[in-house]
């Protein structure tokens, strides 16, 4: 079946149309026939790249000035005779889309309907700048595309098995009932996915493992995968916490913001866009958010970028430790996301002096493989060590499939003790 | 009625007018600001990078933000630049006659279904609208500095202003994330209106003696919590616009609790205007950055 998969936010829609079925999904023979980006909704000079596997990356310009009209244009270009990929909207049998919070309210990917749309409003206010816009989109591509399933997939769902000592913060108990505020963790899509597919190469079941998933892009978050299950992810109640980002400070001693607030009188906005986009590696070096740009200044002798490299990596090192202790063990630790891909310094040094507990990385592997998937670990690594490239929008697809086809599993919370 | 706002005119490029520009510009809408001549465009381009890149360092924006807000900002010194736009606004200075003579050349290049906006704190949007071809378009806009980051907007109604366009003003108000506040014409509105007396008191305790104008603003501002005593908010706004004010509501009122203090006055004079001069009821850097804060007016952090 060939599936729209959708991931709209306030100002761009990115779009990808995947065939796939059961079979395909067991085999690994998905086929992604499109992936598109449209940019600067709202503006006079929207953008919108179509790349088609085999062919030139299709640019076009225009003035779109809401989803629903992106979503017009991007479905006659795939309808196009000569750029598109389909023959007629109509070879469209379902369509996924990314949500970013599905708050405790979703534990699974959903099909649309009224209530999961009510339920999603109601979440937004735990990601304002997210959730509206998700939503914007399904409506969009709803009117567009009226007569076919819309499945909605969750970055928070997979995280729902986390158990309360994991998801709870040590304030009092009332901001929890009161505002459902607790650990929710993100890139749960990509987790599952990195989870799952490392299993399927290495021909285990992951039911049986314990594996921790590294995830390093733009953002960075951690997830210790215990027997299929999320146990506990770095990030927090928003994606600022836990590991250095490019911009995101993660951990830090919570005391440091009112204290910042009244020595530097900060205003509220003015210390939130501190933490979210003057921090992390770009804070830190002052040289780029960018860890290719930090490595390079590194090479040339610059402390503050050597000093961000580390704090970066040392966290993920720090976190393994973690949730090796969380888990009484680990069989495998996955790198995904851009730089996890990419990085072969970081994973060396996220890696590194870690023996005693069984992760041996092989430098040879390691520095061999960049952008694909593959094991960096020597053959006789009692913990595994693997580059997974992530796939968020294809685990989005197969899950359109496990919905429509009833096999779709849940991602069911322990019972809390009262 | 379909009216979208994709260009919007603004003239005068100071202080304010560079405000309200980088908030519009942070929508995603585009601005003509025009200025008198190629001289004070290259100043006010100046300043503005050097603002936008100071709410950088103070964490208030991005770089890329600064440069999508720059990418939307044209100058101009002529008002053709308005004939495109969907509404305009004027934020030049306080001054009747100079108001005038703008709203009637926007009213002559923007088409007659936009909005005129008048930035006045002070002034009657009914007569500064009346030599205007179409009066009823003419609407008030009170913007409050630094627009970028106060919430409050006064929308002022004239005694013509249409009310598709008082509509329109409130709906644009909305889209800059501003709580509009809907008022009807009558000088200084509600928020000068209501502090320039205080201001104005403040004031005449520092020339009688009571205190000095340092415990006046720390009595003020620790006491109800205001973000600025009234010494050095006056400072801030400079002490000739809060003189003209404060004149200005007397002569439209008659009220006596709008006779601008003498010790102000004395001030002025002096050229002695407040931050922009270094110097006012207290002592500032270049930068604007009070020189003379009292260590009371730090933070406690216990």
């Known amino acids: ?418 | 009625m379909n009216w979208e706002l994709h260009d919007i005119a603004i003239v005068g490029g100071g202080m304010m007018g560079r405000s309200i520009a980088v908030k519009i510009a942070q929508q995603g809408i585009h601005v003509h600001l025009k200025e008198l001549s190629e001289e004070r465009v290259e100043a006010c381009e100046a300043d503005l990078a050097a603002e936008l890149e100071r709410a950088v360092q103070r964490f208030d924006s991005t770089e890329a933000e600064k440069r999508a807000v720059l990418s939307r900002i044209r100058w101009d010194t002529s008002f053709d630049c308005a004939q495109g736009c969907d509404l305009a606004i004027e934020t030049v200075q306080e001054d009747a006659e100079l108001k005038r003579g703008i709203l009637s050349e926007l009213d002559a290049v923007l088409p007659t279904t936009h909005p005129l906006v008048v930035n006045t704190s002070t002034l009657s949007i009914t007569e500064l609208a009346a030599t205007c071809k179409n009066p009823e378009r003419v609407v008030g806009m009170h913007f409050l500095y630094p627009v970028t980051q106060t919430r409050v907007v006064e929308v002022v109604r004239g005694q013509l202003t249409a009310d598709a366009v008082f509509e329109r003003a409130i709906a644009f108000a909305r889209l800059l994330g501003k709580v509009p506040i809907k008022c009807f014409e009558m000088p200084g509105f509600v928020t000068t209106r209501v502090v320039l007396p205080m201001v104005n008191e403040a004031m005449h305790v520092v020339m009688e003696g009571v205190a000095e104008p340092a415990d006046v603003d720390l009595a003020m501002k620790l006491g109800y919590d205001f973000r600025l005593g009234p010494l050095e908010w006056a400072d801030r706004v400079g002490l000739d616009k809060v003189h003209n004010w404060l004149q200005h509501l007397h002569q439209e009122t008659g009220e006596p609790r709008f006779r601008p203090c003498p010790l102000l006055k004395r001030l002025v004079r002096a050229g002695l205007l407040g931050a922009k001069t270094g110097r006012g009821f207290f002592t500032y850097g270049p930068d604007r950055k009070r020189l003379d804060r009292p260590n009371d007016d730090r933070p406690g952090l216990a």
């Open chain 1, 1 to 418: 079946m060939k599936i729209l998969v959708l991931n709209s936010g306030s100002s761009s829609v990115k779009f990808q149309v995947i065939d796939t079925d059961l079979e395909r999904m067991e085999a690994h023979r998905d086929q992604t026939l499109a992936v598109g980006s449209l940019e600067k909704i709202g503006l006079s000079d929207s953008r919108l790249v179509l790349r088609v596997p085999g062919r030139e990356p299709h640019q076009a310009y225009r003035e779109v000035l809401e989803h629903r009209a992106a979503i017009d244009w991007a479905l006659a270009l795939l309808t196009d005779p000569v750029i598109g990929v389909l023959s007629s909207v109509a070879e469209i049998g379902a369509v996924g889309h990314r949500v970013v919070h599905g708050g405790e309210a979703f534990a699974s990917s959903v099909r649309f309907d009224a209530e999961v749309v009510a339920k999603i409003e109601e979440c937004s206010v735990l990601a304002p700048l997210h959730n509206p816009p998700n939503l914007r989109g399904y409506h969009a591509a709803h009117a567009a595309l009226p007569d076919v399933p819309h499945i909605a997939v969750f970055d928070t769902a997979f995280h729902q098995t986390m158990p309360a000592h994991a998801f709870l913060y040590g304030i009092p108990f009332q901001f929890y009932t009161r505002h459902h505020l607790r650990r929710y963790g993100f890139h749960g899509t990509s987790h599952r996915y990195v989870t799952f597919r490392a299993c399927q190469v290495l021909g285990w079941q992951r039911e049986d493992k314990r594996l921790i998933s590294v995830h390093l892009g733009n953002g960075c978050s951690m997830a210790a995968v215990d027997h299929g299950k999320s146990v506990d992810t770095t990030m927090g109640f928003t994606p600022l916490e836990g590991l250095l980002m490019g911009t995101r400070c993660g951990d830090m001693d919570p005391a440091v913001v009112p204290w910042l607030m009244a020595i530097e009188e900060l205003t509220l906005h003015q210390v939130n866009t501190m933490l979210n986009k003057h921090s992390g590696l770009q804070g830190v070096s002052g040289v780029s958010s960018d860890m290719r740009e930090v490595l390079a200044a590194r090479a040339k002798g610059y402390t503050r970028a050597d000093v961000a490299f580390r704090m970066f990596c040392y966290r993920i090192r720090k976190y393994i430790g973690a949730y090796a202790a969380a888990m009484g063990g680990v069989d495998a630790v996955l790198f995904a996301g851009g730089i996890g891909e990419n990085s072969p310094e970081v994973r060396a040094a996220a890696t590194e002096g870690l023996e005693f507990m069984g992760l041996r990385l092989d430098p040879g592997r390691n520095g061999a493989i960049v952008g694909t998937e593959g094991e960096i670990s020597v053959p006789d690594s009692a913990v595994k060590l693997l580059v997974v490239p992530t796939n968020e929008e294809l685990t989005i697809a197969r899950d359109v499939i496990r919905v429509l086809h009833g096999v779709m599993p849940t991602f069911e919370p322990p019972e809390m003790v009262s």
